[in-house]
Protein backbone atom coordinates (compact mmCIF):
# COMPACT_ATOMS: atom_id res chain seq x y z
CA UNK A 1 0.00 0.00 0.00
CA UNK A 2 3.24 2.17 0.49
CA UNK A 3 3.37 2.74 -3.35
CA UNK A 4 -0.33 1.99 -4.47
CA UNK A 5 -1.84 4.99 -2.15
CA UNK A 6 0.45 7.86 -3.57
CA UNK A 7 0.61 6.63 -7.22
CA UNK A 8 -3.53 6.04 -6.78
CA UNK A 9 -3.72 9.65 -6.03
CA UNK A 10 -2.03 10.87 -8.76
CA UNK A 11 -3.77 9.31 -11.33
CA UNK A 12 -6.84 10.22 -9.85
CA UNK A 13 -5.62 13.86 -9.44
CA UNK A 14 -4.60 13.55 -13.28
CA UNK A 15 -8.65 12.96 -14.31
CA UNK A 16 -9.55 15.63 -12.39
CA UNK A 17 -7.18 17.98 -14.20
CA UNK A 18 -8.07 16.44 -17.00
CA UNK A 19 -12.01 17.56 -16.47
CA UNK A 20 -10.88 20.79 -16.10
CA UNK A 21 -8.74 20.80 -19.08
CA UNK A 22 -11.70 19.09 -21.24
CA UNK A 23 -14.24 21.87 -19.63
CA UNK A 24 -16.27 19.41 -17.82
CA UNK A 25 -18.33 22.06 -15.81
CA UNK A 26 -17.47 25.40 -16.38
CA UNK A 27 -17.34 28.73 -14.28
CA UNK A 28 -17.23 28.67 -10.50
CA UNK A 29 -18.07 24.84 -10.11
CA UNK A 30 -15.09 23.72 -12.58
CA UNK A 31 -12.95 23.14 -9.89
CA UNK A 32 -15.56 21.34 -7.01
CA UNK A 33 -16.53 19.15 -9.80
CA UNK A 34 -12.79 18.12 -10.37
CA UNK A 35 -12.26 17.59 -7.11
CA UNK A 36 -15.37 15.32 -7.17
CA UNK A 37 -14.03 13.19 -9.94
CA UNK A 38 -10.40 12.89 -8.02
CA UNK A 39 -12.09 11.50 -4.87
CA UNK A 40 -14.34 8.70 -6.42
CA UNK A 41 -11.60 7.97 -8.92
CA UNK A 42 -8.90 7.56 -6.29
CA UNK A 43 -9.92 4.30 -4.63
CA UNK A 44 -10.29 2.76 -7.89
CA UNK A 45 -7.12 3.49 -9.05
CA UNK A 46 -5.25 2.97 -5.87
CA UNK A 47 -7.11 -0.59 -6.01
CA UNK A 48 -5.60 -0.86 -9.75
CA UNK A 49 -2.54 -0.10 -8.85
CA UNK A 50 -2.01 -2.41 -5.41
CA UNK A 51 -3.69 -5.08 -7.91
CA UNK A 52 -0.97 -4.28 -10.42
CA UNK A 53 1.73 -4.26 -8.33
CA UNK A 54 0.91 -6.94 -5.40
CA UNK A 55 3.23 -10.38 -4.88
CA UNK A 56 0.88 -13.04 -4.74
CA UNK A 57 3.62 -14.64 -2.32
CA UNK A 58 3.08 -12.30 0.20
CA UNK A 59 0.12 -12.38 0.46
CA UNK A 60 -1.45 -14.96 3.74
CA UNK A 61 -3.34 -17.67 2.76
CA UNK A 62 -3.62 -16.99 -1.31
CA UNK A 63 -4.32 -19.85 -3.75
CA UNK A 64 -0.55 -20.46 -5.98
CA UNK A 65 -3.02 -20.66 -9.52
CA UNK A 66 -5.97 -19.18 -8.76
CA UNK A 67 -6.98 -19.95 -12.65
CA UNK A 68 -7.41 -23.55 -11.93
CA UNK A 69 -9.54 -23.07 -9.50
CA UNK A 70 -13.14 -24.70 -9.91
CA UNK A 71 -14.45 -21.25 -9.30
CA UNK A 72 -12.47 -19.93 -12.69
CA UNK A 73 -13.68 -23.04 -14.54
CA UNK A 74 -16.93 -21.99 -13.62
CA UNK A 75 -16.50 -18.51 -15.14
CA UNK A 76 -14.60 -19.56 -18.07
CA UNK A 77 -17.71 -21.88 -19.19
CA UNK A 78 -20.14 -19.24 -18.19
CA UNK A 79 -18.26 -16.44 -19.90
CA UNK A 80 -17.99 -18.49 -23.34
CA UNK A 81 -21.72 -19.79 -23.00
CA UNK A 82 -22.57 -15.86 -22.65
CA UNK A 83 -20.70 -15.24 -25.72
CA UNK A 84 -23.10 -17.42 -27.78
CA UNK A 85 -26.18 -16.44 -26.36
CA UNK A 86 -25.04 -12.08 -26.80
CA UNK A 87 -24.33 -12.57 -30.33
CA UNK A 88 -27.17 -15.00 -30.66
CA UNK A 89 -30.04 -12.55 -29.50
CA UNK A 90 -28.30 -9.48 -30.28
CA UNK A 91 -28.67 -11.18 -34.12
CA UNK A 92 -32.45 -11.61 -33.19
CA UNK A 93 -32.92 -8.26 -31.93
CA UNK A 94 -31.34 -7.03 -35.17
CA UNK A 95 -33.41 -8.85 -37.10
CA UNK A 96 -36.53 -7.90 -35.73
CA UNK A 97 -35.63 -4.05 -35.81
CA UNK A 98 -34.77 -4.35 -38.70
CA UNK A 99 -37.65 -5.72 -40.13
CA UNK A 100 -40.39 -3.58 -37.63
CA UNK A 101 -38.09 -1.00 -38.97
CA UNK A 102 -37.98 0.74 -35.43
CA UNK A 103 -35.52 3.46 -35.00
CA UNK A 104 -33.30 2.86 -31.93
CA UNK A 105 -30.49 4.84 -30.41
CA UNK A 106 -27.07 3.24 -30.87
CA UNK A 107 -26.55 3.80 -26.94
CA UNK A 108 -29.23 2.09 -25.83
CA UNK A 109 -28.73 -0.57 -28.14
CA UNK A 110 -25.23 -1.27 -26.63
CA UNK A 111 -27.01 -0.96 -23.18
CA UNK A 112 -28.67 -4.13 -23.85
CA UNK A 113 -26.23 -5.68 -25.31
CA UNK A 114 -23.83 -5.29 -22.28
CA UNK A 115 -26.94 -6.40 -19.83
CA UNK A 116 -27.57 -9.50 -22.15
CA UNK A 117 -23.63 -10.45 -21.26
CA UNK A 118 -23.87 -9.81 -18.07
CA UNK A 119 -27.05 -11.56 -16.96
CA UNK A 120 -25.99 -14.52 -19.21
CA UNK A 121 -22.86 -14.54 -17.37
CA UNK A 122 -24.24 -14.55 -13.88
CA UNK A 123 -27.16 -17.02 -14.67
CA UNK A 124 -24.84 -20.03 -16.14
CA UNK A 125 -22.42 -19.22 -13.48
CA UNK A 126 -24.93 -19.55 -10.52
CA UNK A 127 -26.20 -23.15 -12.65
CA UNK A 128 -22.64 -24.10 -13.01
CA UNK A 129 -22.03 -23.25 -9.58
CA UNK A 130 -25.26 -25.58 -8.20
CA UNK A 131 -24.40 -28.82 -10.28
CA UNK A 132 -20.67 -28.22 -8.87
Known sequence: MAVAVPAGLLLAIGVGALTLLTDVAEGEQALIVAAVFALVMSWGFIGLIWA????????????????????????????????RDTVMLTGLTLAVVSIAGIALDGTWALIGVIWIAFFSTFVRYLMAKKRG
Open 52 to 83: MIVDRSTLRDAIDRPDESVESKWLDAAMSGAL
